[in-house]
């Protein structure tokens, strides 16, 4: 990325002939910057971090359209693809699928001929009759809705007395087919799930309760299924199996919350399903593969479209040791003819035709890397972490249908976690009712998380059955333990009670409430003394419809409300993509016996907030340190401003929220460092107005001259001095004057003003927020940049004031 092309000046090192003999005395040797610029021009630094590399997501992702393209060239005048057989339609369905899921829209001309080629044709197999129906049900359930209910119908008729299905409606065999019966399932389950089917609850349970008898009858004694009975079991049919019982417990096995007269929680569950779905996933880990299905060498891309139903129904980012997206990614990539674009199967056996097997490639690839909005941590020995188990999926969902976009949850193990493991999630959900068994490096690692960018949200399952209260005295003290502040009552109109939907406090049961820890420009901890999972266990997004009391149903709509509005607080909608690497600053820059040689980037001590934002320095020069070779420090300084402290550094930084009011003597002594060579990079924490306003107005009394725009062909913008591209960048814009945050998000030049002291720039302005950016992750309370920019914006400006 940095291509350093130009010899640095460095005439501000150094007091010119005019100057006065108190000229700064920068602590960075001129000779040591020159020497490091002729380096980088000779050998330009690689990219290494998330601000600069071509991020691994982009790898798949250019994969995925690779494959669309090589599906799209190949479809042919009627609509359809080339068939296998006698599986009318089933390729096309297939394929249709896989595009949709890759990111065609319905409305794509070839994707609206694929629609009318399978809305012009009855099908007549299982197969062919549960794509049809999970084609319509990703492309536009509504419009389809007539089609997908007659789908349902015939399998519902289809099903076998022993809860299986087989390849004919009224096939003679009777056994039923593990392949056609998993399709079946998935098959209902999207047409409830979008609620474009409309049966009576107890057309549903017959049908998933026939459905869960025949795969527990299928599984095998050491968790593993087979394709038939008295056969070796399979890996593909393993996931199967697993994702089946999935589905079919999420609609039967008993729930720890209920209602009676009233909402009751923490009740005794007992499922057996979960039990029998651990079960596989231990053999399916010990077995583990992507090169090939475990045990049998058949079938490679079909097992491997199972396994993503696997991982991503049961939240696991790994199965045993095994990171299955990102394992099962790079293997496709490998596979993928990068001339066409097909994927390639490295079994004896595909299974289909070439479209179909690059459909099941694009199916893997596109919808497991659904990106991951909320974690559920797992903390100690036992269950006391999984209270309400299926809270954390139905938040998801419901979610999914607020942002109208697909999402994904997972469970996160503390005790084998590391830093960028939780950071894979925005969200961490700890919840419990004993007192948590954390050690000293669980804790740390949690405050790192959370200065790294990451929101805890907590409960304590209390109330309504539940006791809470040790859970609740422990996580208090932790919190102060964490970081030196307690929680704190949030207002009734802090933007996290709107972040979403609104939520009114005369909407809330006596008790229920939201408590946080504001770290920088927004909350980086929010905590529930009363269950929240309860509720959201008890409030499914879809299924079979349950009646429950107006006043509960209130209050189950209310509490879903108030998780959807954190979720969107705490990531302002703004998610990491799966595969990209995750930037960690949490080791300072190594340290020097001397200050001599080193870059310093202090901050300036003033009455406004000035220290409010606390690691923006710090995160921003070590990205700098990770894009430049010479010596940084990540040292945080602060100095003041009329201190003889000010001249040993060529660039300083000043932030602050409020209004700034400079004394005379700091004003002279500012004036006095800018006239001289030196470099002011401000910025106004969370786009603060006071702060804006009164920097203008202190610069204009410093220099005589007020602050100007920077032109949007200003090579500070560009890679000139060896940084970034940044002539446009992405501004998020919350709007808070409603019932909820509505966040635009438009490209723009940056919005820098400069201020110019003997016809040099002297200073740099951001009215817009850089440091919380910076600090953390952007946050919704703040117009401002993306962190990513924010973090190209510093860089390219530092590189700016030491080569000007």
Not at 459 to 478: P, V
């Amino acid at each position: 990325m940095f291509r350093a092309n130009t010899v640095i000046r460095s005439s501000f090192c150094k007091p010119r002939a005019d100057q006065a003999p108190h000229a700064p005395r920068w602590n960075l040797p001129p000779r040591l910057i020159a020497a490091v610029l002729a380096i980088l021009a000779i050998f330009p630094i690689a990219p290494t971090t998330a601000v600069a590399q071509r991020s691994n997501s982009q790898i798949v992702e250019d994969s995925i359209q690779l494959a669309v393209k090589y599906l799209l060239i190949n479809q042919l005048e009627d609509g359809g693809w080339a068939e296998i057989n006698r599986y009318n339609s089933g390729v096309t369905g297939l394929v249709t699928l896989a595009l949709l899921n890759s990111g065609l829209a319905p409305e794509h001309p070839q994707i609206a001929r694929a629609l009318l080629h399978l809305k012009d044709r009855e099908p007549d197999m299982v197969y062919t009759v549960s794509l049809q129906t999970m084609v319509f049900c990703a492309a536009n359930p509504n419009r389809y809705a007539t089609q997908i209910q007659h789908n349902a119908q015939w399998l519902f008729d289809a099903q076998l007395s022993n809860g299986g299905w087989d390849y004919n409606k009224n096939d003679a065999r009777g056994d039923g087919d593990p392949s056609n019966s998993q399709f079946a399932l998935l098959a209902l389950h999207e047409a409830q799930r979008t609620g474009s089917a409309h049966f009576e609850p107890q057309v549903w349970g017959k049908t998933f309760a026939l459905a869960q008898k025949y795969w527990e009858s299928l599984q095998r004694s050491d968790g593993a299924f087979p394709y038939n009975r008295n056969d070796a079991p399979r890996g593909s049919m393993t996931c199967a199996g697993i994702a089946s019982l999935v589905i079919t417990g999420a609609q039967l096995d008993a729930l720890e919350a209920s209602v009676t007269n009233g909402i009751e929680c923490c009740g005794s569950a007992g499922n057996p399903t979960e039990d029998r779905i651990q079960k596989g996933l231990d053999w399916l880990a010990a077995n583990f593969s992507v090169t090939r299905t475990p045990v049998s060498n058949v079938y490679q891309l079909y097992y491997l479209y199972a396994l993503e139903r696997v991982g991503r129904l049961t939240g696991r980012r790994f199965i045993g040791e095994h990171d299955w997206y990102r394992e099962g990614a790079s293997e496709l990539i490998s596979q993928q003819d990068k001339v066409t674009g097909k994927y390639i199967s490295r079994t004896s056996a595909p299974g289909g035709n070439t479209f179909s097997e690059t459909a099941f490639g694009l199916l893997f690839l596109s919808k497991g890397k659904r990106q991951i909005v909320v974690s559920r941590l797992k903390h100690g020995i036992d269950q006391d972490w999984n209270h309400h188990s299926t809270a954390i999926q139905n938040l998801t969902a419901h979610t999914e249908q607020a942002w109208k976009r697909d999402l994904a949850w997972q469970t996160i193990d503390l005790k084998r976690a590391k830093l960028a493991d939780l950071l894979e999630s925005p969200v961490l959900f700890l919840s419990g009712s004993n007192t948590p068994v954390l050690s000293q490096e669980d804790k740390l690692l949690l405050k790192e998380y959370v200065e790294q960018g990451g929101f805890i949200y907590a409960e304590a399952c209390q109330g309504n059955g539940c006791d809470g209260r040790a859970f609740e005295d422990y996580f208090r003290k932790l919190v102060v333990e964490l970081f030196d502040q307690p929680l704190e009552k949030l207002s009734p109109d802090h933007p996290i009670w709107y972040a979403e939907a609104r939520v009114l406090p005369k909407d809330l049961p006596p008790g229920a409430w939201l408590y946080g820890v504001q770290t920088c420009c927004r909350l980086g901890v929010v905590y529930s003394p009363v269950s929240l999972s309860c509720r959201w266990e008890l409030h499914p997004a879809y299924g079979a419809p349950v009646s429950y009391p107006e006043p509960v149903q209130s209050e189950l709509n209310t509490f879903t409300k108030m998780g959807i509005n954190v979720l969107s607080y705490a990531t302002g909608k703004e998610l990491k993509e799966k595969l990209d690497t995750v930037t960690i600053l949490e080791d300072k820059l190594p340290q020097v016996p001397t200050d001599r040689g080193t870059f310093f980037l202090p901050i300036l001590k003033h009455n406004a907030g000035f220290d409010d934002a606390t690691r923006t320095i710090p995160n921003l020069m070590q990205w700098f340190g990770k894009e430049l070779p010479f010596q940084l420090s990540s040292e945080k300084r602060l100095i003041n401003i009329a201190s003889a402290d000010l001249e040993q550094y060529p660039v300083v930084f000043m932030h602050g929220r409020g209004r700034l009011k400079l004394s005379e003597l700091e004003r002279e002594a500012l004036r006095s460092y800018l006239t001289n060579g030196g470099f002011l990079f401000a910025d106004s924490i969370c786009s603060d107005q006071a702060f804006t306003d009164s920097f203008r107005t202190e610069m204009e009394i410093i220099l005589n001259s007020p602050l100007s725009p920077l032109a949007d062909t200003d090579p500070l913008l560009t890679p000139v001095f060896n940084g970034f591209d940044i002539r446009r960048v992405t501004l998020l814009d919350p709007d808070k004057s409603g019932d909820q945050i509505l966040t635009t998000k438009r490209t723009i030049a940056p919005r820098l003003e400069i201020g110019k002291a003997d016809n040099r720039t002297c200073v740099v302005f951001s009215p817009l927020d850089l440091s919380c950016a910076l600090e953390s992750r952007h946050s919704l309370q703040c117009r401002g940049y993306l962190r990513e920019d924010a973090a190209r914006i510093g860089i390219n400006t530092l590189l700016f004031a030491l080569q000007q």
